[in-house]
């Protein structure tokens, strides 16, 4: 369990600082954690669309929002 979301974000910043990833190793490491989720069993999802109403409303309010 998370108890500090801000010292978490800070820790994930400062990694993504001090260790970049080349498109190759990025593109790697989203293949490797897809043939996890297939071994485990969640991935593919059996319905692709199941929850896209949400999505698509968090959108619409997203979209609406002034940029800064």
Same mark, same amino acid.
């Given at each position: 369990?998370?108890?500090n979301a801000k010292l /978490?974000?800070?820790?994930?910043?400062?990694c993504?600082?001090?260790h970049p990833l080349s498109y190759d190793e990025a /593109? #790697?490491?989203l293949?490797?954690?897809w043939e996890l989720g297939i071994s485990l069993g969640v991935l593919p999802p059996e319905d692709p669309?199941?929850?896209i109403d949400v999505d698509i409303k968090v #959108?619409?309010?997203?979209?609406?929002? !002034? !940029?800064k």
């Amino acid at each position: 369990m998370i108890k500090n979301a801000k010292l /978490l974000e800070e820790f994930e910043k400062e990694c993504i600082i001090k260790h970049p990833l080349s498109y190759d190793e990025a /593109l #790697a490491l989203l293949d490797g954690m897809w043939e996890l989720g297939i071994s485990l069993g969640v991935l593919p999802p059996e319905d692709p669309l199941e929850g896209i109403d949400v999505d698509i409303k968090v #959108a619409r309010i997203l979209n609406c929002l !002034k !940029k800064k």
